[in-house]
């Protein structure tokens, strides 16, 4: 079933649905999530791919931080132009990776103009108090402590449909639609989004926000009670995604 | 009257369950069970059937660098156990992960009677698990076959 390395360990049938490589995908769906799942070991890989692909992700697994870089088009500007329309809604990456660490991918991530308000998730097998906030000052969204389990992944995605409901004026951009909201005064986009969040927009019912207010709005909680009616988040998920890590589950006797 | 499904089943739950109580499994593989469903019936025999390639090879990574009579490179073999480690976790082989626990702390002190004793342990308990799941993976062929649904074990 599975082979070495590169991108993915997914069977021919499902590498089709899924679109591997990126480059020939099909525009995905309005409510689909796409993760990029980044971990040296395959064993994880195929775990973190199954977990992601039975909460409704559409999922991209490479084995190693520069695999991860290439597939995003960041460690080649020119290429990154084309690969606008590849929409990652999240990436979750392993920590303890041999070449670049998790943490040294989510720096280039922030780093990244196209590719920096994408929520970025660490896993780890250790639970290093320093090294979760490490990861938490440098801007991932949380945490997650290996092995990783259905609920973890279930909570993940809670948040992160609201969140791309938000950025979007709850209508998730398709391929082709303008790019994400980049903190340039001058966006380009064929037609303005609907969110308020565009600075360009000029079909907006309230005014363009100032790039203050557009970047003190993306660094707030993206989680809005008002939104509540558009959440599909289950009852139980937390109103924030969790700082620490989570409360482990009691483990059987 | 008890029909051979019946006893499948029940041989299947027991053998389940003492897997659990003896500590060979822990609550990760329940977790991977969760994942199997009609579209991926065989999901929790490749994930494990990978683990065990994979123990394979970092075993063999281990003894390589074991070999270097004077010259071992802890850090290496420290590395290997670290991937086994995760690993195990990661399917809930909870016995393999102890052992990697100990193993670890061989390899960061470079106890070399240490690791080499870990290392003859951790081969054995891997193949040992292989056998018992591919036990019960046969169990539940044989359920499947006799007409019968392979039944959910609460632990």
Redesign the interface.
């Given at each position: 079933?599975?082979s070495d390395g590169g991108v993915s360990c997914l069977r021919r049938s499902e590498m089709m649905s899924v679109g591997i490589g990126g480059m020939d995908s099909p525009p995905l769906d309005v409510d689909e999530v796409h993760v990029l799942a980044v971990d040296d070991?395959?064993?994880?890989r195929?775990?973190i791919e199954?977990?992601l692909r039975?909460t409704s992700c559409k999922v991209t697994a490479v084995d190693s931080g520069w695999r991860a870089l290439e597939f995003l088009g960041i460690d080649n500007e020119n290429a990154s132009a084309e690969l606008d329309r590849l929409k990652v809604d999240l990436i979750i990456t392993d920590y303890?990776m041999?070449g670049m660490t998790g943490y040294e991918l989510l720096k280039k991530i922030k780093e990244s103009s196209s590719f920096r308000q994408v929520p970025v998730v660490i896993m780890s097998?250790e639970n290093v108090i320093t090294r979760i906030d490490r990861c938490l000052e440098e801007g991932a969204e949380d945490f997650l402590l290996?092995?990783?389990?259905?609920a973890d992944v279930k909570r993940l995605r809670n948040y992160l449909t609201r969140d791309v409901k938000l950025s979007n004026g709850n209508k998730r951009k398709l391929p082709g639609d303008s790019p994400p909201l980049t903190l340039s005064p001058d966006s380009p986009g064929s037609s303005p989004p609907p969110s308020t969040l565009s600075p360009d927009s000029s079909d907006s019912s309230s005014p363009p926000l100032s790039p203050v207010e557009i970047i003190s709005s993306q660094l707030s909680s993206p989680i809005d009670d008002e939104d509540d009616d558009v959440l599909t988040s289950s009852p139980e998920s937390s109103p924030s995604p969790v700082r620490r890590q989570k409360m482990r589950?009691p483990?059987?006797d | 009257m008890d029909t051979l499904v019946a006893q499948l089943q029940r041989q299947f739950r027991d053998y389940t369950i003492s897997l659990y109580h003896q500590g060979f499994l822990d609550d990760q593989f329940t977790e991977l069970k969760k994942l199997q469903d009609e579209c991926s019936p065989d999901f929790v025999a490749e994930v494990v059937s990978l683990f065990f390639e994979d123990c394979e090879k970092l075993i063999g990574n281990m003894a390589r660098a074991l070999d270097q009579t004077g010259n071992v490179d802890f850090s290496l073999v420290g590395s290997s156990v670290h991937q086994l480690k995760g690993s195990s976790s990661s399917v809930g082989a909870k016995r393999v992960k102890g052992l990697c626990v100990t193993f670890k702390e061989c390899c960061d002190s470079q106890n070399f009677e240490g690791c080499v004793r870990c290392l003859q342990q951790v081969d054995i308990e891997y193949k040992s698990l292989k056998a018992k799941l591919q036990d019960l993976f046969n169990l539940e062929q044989q359920i499947v076959q006799a007409g019968g649904r392979i039944p959910q074990v609460d632990i």
């Amino acid at each position: 079933m599975a082979s070495d390395g590169g991108v993915s360990c997914l069977r021919r049938s499902e590498m089709m649905s899924v679109g591997i490589g990126g480059m020939d995908s099909p525009p995905l769906d309005v409510d689909e999530v796409h993760v990029l799942a980044v971990d040296d070991s395959l064993v994880d890989r195929i775990v973190i791919e199954r977990l992601l692909r039975i909460t409704s992700c559409k999922v991209t697994a490479v084995d190693s931080g520069w695999r991860a870089l290439e597939f995003l088009g960041i460690d080649n500007e020119n290429a990154s132009a084309e690969l606008d329309r590849l929409k990652v809604d999240l990436i979750i990456t392993d920590y303890c990776m041999p070449g670049m660490t998790g943490y040294e991918l989510l720096k280039k991530i922030k780093e990244s103009s196209s590719f920096r308000q994408v929520p970025v998730v660490i896993m780890s097998s250790e639970n290093v108090i320093t090294r979760i906030d490490r990861c938490l000052e440098e801007g991932a969204e949380d945490f997650l402590l290996k092995p990783v389990k259905l609920a973890d992944v279930k909570r993940l995605r809670n948040y992160l449909t609201r969140d791309v409901k938000l950025s979007n004026g709850n209508k998730r951009k398709l391929p082709g639609d303008s790019p994400p909201l980049t903190l340039s005064p001058d966006s380009p986009g064929s037609s303005p989004p609907p969110s308020t969040l565009s600075p360009d927009s000029s079909d907006s019912s309230s005014p363009p926000l100032s790039p203050v207010e557009i970047i003190s709005s993306q660094l707030s909680s993206p989680i809005d009670d008002e939104d509540d009616d558009v959440l599909t988040s289950s009852p139980e998920s937390s109103p924030s995604p969790v700082r620490r890590q989570k409360m482990r589950s009691p483990g059987l006797d | 009257m008890d029909t051979l499904v019946a006893q499948l089943q029940r041989q299947f739950r027991d053998y389940t369950i003492s897997l659990y109580h003896q500590g060979f499994l822990d609550d990760q593989f329940t977790e991977l069970k969760k994942l199997q469903d009609e579209c991926s019936p065989d999901f929790v025999a490749e994930v494990v059937s990978l683990f065990f390639e994979d123990c394979e090879k970092l075993i063999g990574n281990m003894a390589r660098a074991l070999d270097q009579t004077g010259n071992v490179d802890f850090s290496l073999v420290g590395s290997s156990v670290h991937q086994l480690k995760g690993s195990s976790s990661s399917v809930g082989a909870k016995r393999v992960k102890g052992l990697c626990v100990t193993f670890k702390e061989c390899c960061d002190s470079q106890n070399f009677e240490g690791c080499v004793r870990c290392l003859q342990q951790v081969d054995i308990e891997y193949k040992s698990l292989k056998a018992k799941l591919q036990d019960l993976f046969n169990l539940e062929q044989q359920i499947v076959q006799a007409g019968g649904r392979i039944p959910q074990v609460d632990i």
